[in-house]
Nanobody, 118 residues
Framework: HVQLVESGGGLVQAGGSLRLSCAAS????????MGWYRQAPGKQRELVVA???????NYADSVKGRFTISRDNAKNTVYLQMNSLKPEDTAVYYC????????????WGQGTQVTVSS
């Protein structure tokens, strides 16, 4: 059973930084991809960034140049460094892990709130 636990959210002023962590219960190298999604009130969940097993990344245009995804395989943890935060970055951020076999399985963390004040 895969568990993903996020941490690191909070309240920050515009222009500030936060680092989110996502700790997996198993080896993150076993996942085909991992990533971060976010969901703001009244909006659909959207991809922030994903990283494949091979290290390729896919960032949403809105966060390019400000957010950076990284991972520590030894700690089974994925990070999201968020700099130059804007009020529109306010959302619940969810960690995602993908396993692809005969079917695709998506695993989700419980989410962590990020609030950026203006």
């Amino acid at each position: 059973h895969v568990q993903l636990v996020e941490s690191g959210g909070g309240l920050v002023q515009a222009g500030g930084s936060l680092r989110l962590s996502c700790a997996a219960s198993g080896s993150i190298f076993s996942f085909n991809a991992m990533g971060w999604y976010r969901q703001a009130p009244g909006k659909q969940r959207e991809l922030v960034v994903a990283i494949t097993q091979g290290g390729s990344t896919n960032y949403a245009d809105s966060v390019k140049g400000r957010f950076t995804i990284s991972r520590d395989n030894a700690k089974n943890t994925v990070y999201l460094q968020m700099n130059s935060l804007k009020p529109e970055d306010t959302a619940v951020y969810y960690c995602n892990a993908v396993l692809v076999g005969l079917v695709r399985y998506d695993y989700w963390g419980q989410g962590t709130q990020v609030t950026v004040s203006s």
